[in-house]
């Protein structure tokens, strides 16, 4: 029993939680309960503390959390008046836990699909910026922290040059979105091409093309870097490179949707030079400029710009985009309930992912 599992299943992640929980009953023929129960509490002057409720002795703890979640009850605390939780706030929570556990536990992965601070993860030539993400990471590894699991880390380098004790995996959704896609769609290899939308999403883009066996092409970005307009550099030009896309199926690949207004930009340059249809794959939903995001893909959706968006559930979204015709949640529950059962086992990751590897192989083959 040395080797069981057992999740730690923070407030901002309980439902894709309690599916992991679900599937490693399954997955481990064992129908108890994998879960710790925990409490998040503030004092009146909002200082915070965790309290456990099941015990940690010698176990393989996997705490999962969605550092992103902003709109459940869970993100939110009172003092006099009502406080949204951060990013910040959602890590400090895993520290807490982490010091609850008290070096009890035989080991501790920290399971966060969304890395905590991941777009702040480079310093430019010459200017004095935070290196958040790297200390995060350097955070987790002072607490003696065994390993890391993240999903599709907008710079997975960034591991590179921080951890020297503690694991880092980053898991990529490509498999289980393809397979998705593959159920859905009605695929044509030779009318078939994976765009890019920026440089940045080049490396995510090949694979999905290698696997298909199609052709790749990418947009580049020209930013005016004089001036910062909403923390970003505004966009002067978009330039697409590649083969002609009249008449063909596109595919764009990129690792999240911030407003939106950069990938339906790409879809309409595709739209106007004559490809006949667009579909978006995105693993974080993320939605940043929340109801006024969802309105742009709705209206983008109905002048036939895109069609289908196909994201993962592993972090929150507004549960009205769910209703939406055009937008399909892959889930990855089973995935990750997967992964968490072989690092229990000391097995390697490798067999996971050519399970799923397989799985896409004999969809394109039929």
Request: hydrophobic share 35%; glycine share 6%.
């Amino acid at each position: 029993m040395s080797k069981e599992p057992k999740l730690i299943i923070m407030p901002n992640i309980q439902k894709f939680g309690k599916l992991v929980n679900e599937h490693l009953k399954v997955i481990r023929g064992n129908p108890y309960d994998k879960s710790i129960d925990i409490h998040l509490d503030r004092f009146s002057n909002a200082e915070g503390k965790a309290t456990l409720h099941g015990d940690v002795m010698e176990k393989r703890i996997f705490i999962l959390s969605d550092v992103g979640n902003y709109g459940e009850e869970s993100c939110y605390y009172s003092r006099g008046r009502i406080y949204m939780k951060s990013p910040d706030d959602h890590f400090q929570d895993i520290k807490r836990i982490i010091s609850a556990i008290d070096g009890r536990a035989k080991s501790i992965h920290v399971v966060t699909p969304l890395l905590y601070e991941s777009r702040q993860d480079k310093k430019p030539n010459g200017v004095d910026e935070s290196l958040d993400c790297k200390e995060g990471l350097i955070d987790l590894e002072t607490k003696n922290v065994d390993g890391i699991i993240t999903l599709d880390a907008h710079n997975p380098v960034v591991c590179n040059n921080v951890l020297r004790k503690t694991t880092f995996n980053n898991l990529l959704p490509t498999y289980i979105l393809l397979k998705e896609f593959l159920l859905s769609e009605e695929f044509q290899r030779d009318k078939t091409i994976v765009i890019a939308p920026d440089q940045g999403a080049i490396s995510r883009a090949i694979p999905f093309a290698s696997i298909l066996g199609v052709n790749v092409g990418m947009f580049h970005k020209r930013r005016d870097y004089s001036k910062v307009i909403n923390g970003k550099n505004p966009l002067v030009e978009h330039k697409y490179l590649g083969e002609d896309v009249a008449g063909k199926h596109i595919i764009i690949v990129d690792d999240m949707i911030a407003s939106g207004e950069s990938v339906l930009d790409v879809a309409s340059k595709l739209k106007k030079k004559g490809a006949k249809k667009i579909d978006i794959m995105v693993t974080f939903p993320l939605f940043t400029d929340g109801e006024e995001s969802i309105k742009r893909f709705k209206e983008a959706n109905k002048l036939g710009i895109f069609n289908t968006l196909y994201t993962t559930n592993v972090t929150y979204v507004l549960e009205d985009i769910k209703k939406e015709n055009w937008y399909h949640e892959v889930d990855l529950s089973k995935y990750f309930a997967n992964v968490i059962n072989a690092i229990s086992n000391e097995q390697s990751l490798r067999q996971v992912d050519d399970y799923e590897k397989n799985e896409v192989k004999k969809l394109i083959k039929k």
